[in-house]
């Protein structure tokens, strides 16, 4: 089973790539779930160039969260920073309780269609998971190892560089990953404000009735979230090791 696993998001990895260079050498498994005479494969805008732009919103929108969030927890855990706490967790849970199409309205009129309103939507529905899992691994720490932190006579940035932050890494990646996960979804609803994300094949199936379409957009979404979530977890698995936590 543990060989399994790699092999099979292998294949998939392989699969997405075959599919997003060669589109059109799928079209025949598509054919039955697109209506008529109308072309089984998207083609109004590459697969490719609306997944490189989808990845790299999200990935800018995960960056931004997680800056923010992790900034946020190291500041409610510092002993003159616990009056941020509640502010911090406000923040973080604005997201949450604002769905993202909401967002999207409001930051339409100030930022215009395009690119910015998503982002904004995204940074915000991700700053919870990061958050949380950042306040968890800094708090969870063991009072003994920062003792001995202070007995070395490192200073609190010292301590916080080499030792809280790299000992909280693996509960960081968790927040992220989790973070990175539900904004490849949520970034479809952008192509609503005009950006250029795999939601553009969604809609597009949806408004002329084309299923193929919203097939392709949906498993291209899920298989990207897969293997992120994957890489991810390897990564989280790998800080564990060397923080000394079981993984």
Same mark, same amino acid.
């Given at each position: 089973?543990?060989?399994? /696993?790699?092999?099979?998001?292998?294949?998939?990895?392989?699969?997405?790539?075959?599919?997003?260079?060669?589109?059109?050498?799928?079209?025949?498994?598509?054919?039955?779930?697109?209506?008529?005479?109308?072309?089984?494969?998207?083609?109004?805008?590459?697969?490719?160039?609306?997944?490189?732009?989808?990845?790299?919103?999200?990935?800018?929108?995960?960056?931004?969260?997680?800056?923010?969030?992790? /900034?946020?927890?190291?500041?409610?855990?510092?002993?003159?920073?616990?009056?941020?706490?509640?502010?911090?967790?406000?923040? &973080?849970?604005?997201?949450?309780?604002?769905?993202?199409?909401?967002?999207?309205?409001?930051? $339409?009129? $100030?930022?215009?269609?395009?690119?910015?309103?998503?982002?904004?939507?995204?940074?915000?529905?991700?700053?919870?998971?990061?958050?949380?899992?950042?306040?968890? /691994?800094?708090?969870?720490?063991?009072?003994?190892?920062?003792?001995? &932190?202070?007995?070395?006579?490192?200073?609190?940035?010292?301590?916080?560089?080499?030792?809280?932050?790299?000992?909280?890494?693996?509960?960081?990646?968790?927040?992220?990953?989790?973070?990175?996960?539900?904004?490849?979804?949520?970034?479809?609803?952008?192509?609503?404000?005009?950006?250029?994300?795999? /939601?553009?094949?969604?809609?597009?199936?949806?408004?002329?009735?084309?299923?193929?379409? $919203?097939?392709?957009?949906?498993? $291209?979404?899920?298989?990207?979230? #897969?293997? #992120?979530?994957?890489?991810?977890?390897?990564?989280?698995?790998?800080?564990?090791?060397?923080?000394?936590?079981?993984?």
């Amino acid at each position: 089973m543990s060989r399994a /696993g790699p092999l099979v998001k292998f294949a998939l990895l392989a699969l997405l790539a075959a599919f997003l260079l060669a589109p059109q050498s799928f079209a025949g498994l598509f054919r039955p779930f697109a209506p008529g005479d109308t072309a089984p494969i998207y083609t109004q805008t590459p697969l490719l160039t609306l997944t490189v732009n989808h990845l790299l919103l999200v990935a800018a929108a995960t960056l931004a969260a997680g800056l923010l969030a992790v /900034g946020f927890a190291v500041a409610a855990t510092r002993p003159a920073g616990r009056d941020v706490l509640p502010f911090a967790r406000a923040v &973080a849970n604005l997201g949450q309780t604002f769905p993202p199409v909401a967002v999207l309205a409001l930051a $339409v009129p $100030v930022f215009g269609f395009g690119p910015v309103p998503t982002l904004v939507a995204l940074v915000l529905y991700g700053l919870l998971p990061i958050f949380e899992t950042t306040l968890t /691994g800094l708090e969870g720490l063991d009072p003994a190892l920062m003792e001995a &932190a202070r007995g070395l006579g490192l200073t609190d940035r010292q301590r916080l560089v080499q030792v809280e932050l790299p000992l909280a890494l693996p509960m960081i990646l968790a927040g992220i990953r989790l973070s990175a996960v539900i904004g490849l979804a949520t970034a479809t609803i952008g192509s609503t404000v005009a950006a250029s994300t795999l /939601g553009e094949v969604i809609i597009s199936g949806l408004l002329t009735g084309n299923t193929a379409y $919203v097939l392709q957009g949906g498993l $291209v979404v899920s298989a990207l979230a #897969i293997l #992120i979530d994957a890489a991810l977890r390897a990564l989280e698995r790998v800080a564990a090791r060397r923080s000394g936590f079981p993984s």
